[in-house]
């Protein structure tokens, strides 16, 4: 299945496992846990790896395969190994490659879920970590010791939408000698490839702009070809496999990812213009409006803003209560990158469980609200996102 590497769109529709002897078009739904073999040499070969084919579903089948060669292709990685859902490529990627008391040094500017991986699940393991303030790269350096092992980042920044400069924590982490892991998520690998800014590894969730349509969970990582052995090894054994469902439906979803984000973008953009100008908004952060304290960044390393806007309702949690109870069309939801567009709370939702203030720290205010803006006409998701904000009373 490997060759030269086309344009993006072409890679994303034409990257395909080998046709069966029935010829069929599109790939077909490999819907079974184990494969056969034809005698005891062969069996014994296989699973000694003398051989590379399919083994047993937990390993690899052919979808998540096809599926793992485009992202691959998608992000300029070696290699690549799918998960049943992005939490699962974060955990498994980083105790993979984490031994007991190893550090990690991470942007603050974190996933919840993940921010909860390294306060109350990794000290069980004397696994530590250090945050360091995404405005801040000064300081990174100061920050790592002899037991860093892992540098790590998101960018866009969930749910501020804020930027790491990729490019700059590359090179640190090359000086020093670290694996730098970069949760590519928010931009997908259509408007940013983190490798060709120095990423060793780029994580995906998959159920997000990879899939868009709100259908399946799944994850991935791809990268350094030897990491990710050592990832694959580990989740080969422990068993996060992505279903060949799920992985069939990805693999179809990614033939429009670039048309999809294209829309994503250019609604999300005229989003954040209309709420820029509103009056009962503090403020509005996404990464290609020129007021974004990072825009020269964003259009740097991003080839467009991507499909999440960030604003701050005036009058605070109240005010930001009574935003969402008057959404009549837009989705309550704590998903993003759907087709239909989608408004979220951080606050109460995504990073309950952060303390006061750790969200302060991570840019979260009581009254900011997520949206993930889709693919209806933008006329009708502002027009909703308006009379919204018109109920409320400050």
């Known amino acids: ?11 994303a529709i034409r990257t395909q496992i080998d046709r069966s002897q029935f010829l069929e078009h599109s790939s077909p739904v490999y819907l079974t846990s184990s494969f056969v073999f034809e005698d005891a040499e062969d069996m014994r070969a296989s699973f000694a790896e003398e051989k590379d084919r399919n083994i047993y579903s937990r390993y690899a089948n052919p979808n998540s395969t096809e599926f793992i060669e485009k992202v691959c292709r998608m992000e300029g990685a070696e290699a690549g190994c799918a998960f049943a859902s992005g939490m699962a490529a974060v955990f498994s990627t980083f105790a993979a490659l984490l031994d007991s008391g190893d550090h990690v040094l991470s942007a603050r500017n974190i996933f919840g879920s993940t921010h909860t991986l390294f306060t109350q699940f990794f000290p069980r393991w004397q696994i530590t970590h250090t945050y360091f303030k ?3 790269l000064d300081e990174v350096e100061s920050l790592i010791t002899s037991k860093t092992r892992i540098l790590y980042a998101e960018s866009p920044t969930n749910p501020g939408v804020d930027l790491v400069d990729l490019e ?5 982490a090359k000086k020093h000698g670290l694996i730098f892991v970069v949760d ?3 931009a997908s690998p259509y408007l940013q490839q983190p490798i060709s800014l120095g990423a060793d590894l780029v994580i995906h969730s998959g159920t997000k702009l990879m899939d868009g349509q709100g259908r399946v969970l799944a994850g991935i990582t791809v990268g350094r070809a030897d990491l990710v052995d050592r990832i694959y090894r580990f989740s080969r054994v422990t068993g996060p496999a992505l279903s060949p469902f799920n992985a ?13 984000v294209e829309r994503h973008c250019s609604n999300a953009l005229a ?27 964003a259009k740097k390393q991003m080839k467009a803003g991507g499909c999440v806007v960030a604003f701050e309702v005036k009058g605070g ?38 303390t006061e203030e750790e969200r302060q720290e991570s840019g979260i205010s009581p009254g900011m609200v997520r949206i993930s803006v889709g693919l209806e006409h933008v006329d009708d998701i502002i027009a909703d996102i308006a009379q919204s904000l018109d109920r409320i009373t400050t």
Request: hydrophobic fraction near 40%.
């Open 134 to 136: 995404i405005d801040e």
């Open 271 to 297: 989003v954040a213009h209309f709420l820029e100008g509103h009056k009962k908004v503090n403020w509005v952060k996404y990464p290609f409006l020129a007021s974004h304290p990072q825009f020269d960044l």
């Open 317 to 354: 949690l109240d005010a930001g209560r009574s935003f969402f109870d008057g959404i009549k069309m837009l989705s309550l939801s704590a998903n993003l990158g759907d087709s239909r567009s989608i408004v979220t709370h951080p606050a109460s939702t995504t990073h309950s469980k952060l």
């Open 184 to 186: 590519n998520c928010f």
């Open 1 to 11: 299945m490997k060759n030269k590497r086309k344009e993006f769109e072409t890679d």
């Open 168 to 172: 700059r924590l590359g090179k640190i």
């Open 248 to 260: 069939w439906i990805l693999s179809k979803s990614l033939e429009t990812l670039a048309l999809r």
